[in-house]
């Protein structure tokens, strides 16, 4: 079974600095996807950024990116000049490609704050 | 386009009552998804469902819940005997189903179950 591990269960990170949110995971798959989402006070599940696992290229959406390395499991976040509104719960989550499911397997989060 | 709409936003129960959550998926989309988030953890997939069919339920306990996604209406997730274990946010989610790049699960806002 596919595992999701978030080592990190708070960060904090200074207005306009950068910062690196980890995870690992598990899987005998050759092909997945794995998501970055963002759960704001509000608890409302945001999509920050998706990678296939076949593309080499890392996904880039504005001020995310994300260091995706298949051969060590590996899918960290890095978020850089930070804003205020980046403070969130941040998931990262994974999904089987094909199959009979399109369920999302999640880690246990990493709370960011983000200091003014 | 309306998003995920689930109610209630906030449910409370006695020990013993029945708990039915309703979640009407994105305009065009015909496959849902319930997660379940405990305090302090991450997601935790319950249920995943077609009209009037049930895909995957292997995150569902095996007693008091169960789901469905009539034909007409919202999804709707129940749950019997609610005891205090089963506090929670639930949340839903839906997606167009196909199996492609793209085929985003967009979350609903949560219901806040709690169980006095």
């Known amino acids: 079974a596919q595992t999701v591990t978030q080592s990190q269960p708070e960060m904090s990170v200074q207005e306009a600095e950068t910062v690196t949110l980890s995870c690992t995971y598990d899987?005998?798959?050759?092909?997945?996807?794995l998501f970055w989402y963002k759960q704001p006070p509000s608890r409302q599940m945001i999509l920050v950024i998706r990678?296939?696992?076949?593309?080499?290229q890392n996904a880039t959406e504005n001020r995310f990116s994300v260091n995706f390395q298949k051969a060590a499991k590996s899918f960290s976040l890095k978020i850089s000049d930070s804003q205020l509104g980046d403070a969130a719960m941040y998931f990262c989550?994974?999904?089987?490609?094909?199959?009979?499911?399109?369920?999302?397997?999640f880690g246990t989060g990493t709370l960011l704050a983000v200091q003014p | 386009n309306a998003g995920v709409m689930q109610n209630p936003r906030h449910l409370v129960r006695r020990r013993g009552q029945e708990a039915r959550l309703r979640c009407s998926p994105m305009?065009?989309?015909?496959?849902v998804y319930w997660y379940r988030q405990l305090p302090e953890e991450g997601l935790k997939f319950m249920v995943y469902?077609?009209?009037?069919?049930?895909?995957?339920e292997s995150g569902m306990p095996k007693e008091r819940f169960s789901a469905e996604f009539p034909k007409e209406g919202p999804s709707i997730l129940r749950i019997q005997q609610v005891v205090r274990g089963d506090s929670a946010a639930y949340f839903c989610?839906?997606?167009?189903?196909?199996?492609?790049?793209?085929?985003?699960?967009?979350f609903g806002p949560g219901t806040r179950l709690t169980v006095l």
């Open positions: 989550a994974y999904r089987t490609v094909g199959g009979a499911t399109n369920k999302l397997i």
């Open positions: 990678q296939e696992a076949y593309k080499q």
């Open positions: 989610a839906s997606s167009t189903g196909l199996l492609v790049v793209g085929n985003e699960q967009f």
């Open positions: 899987t005998s798959e050759s092909d997945y996807y």
């Open positions: 305009k065009g989309h015909s496959h």
């Open positions: 469902l077609q009209k009037e069919n049930i895909i995957d």
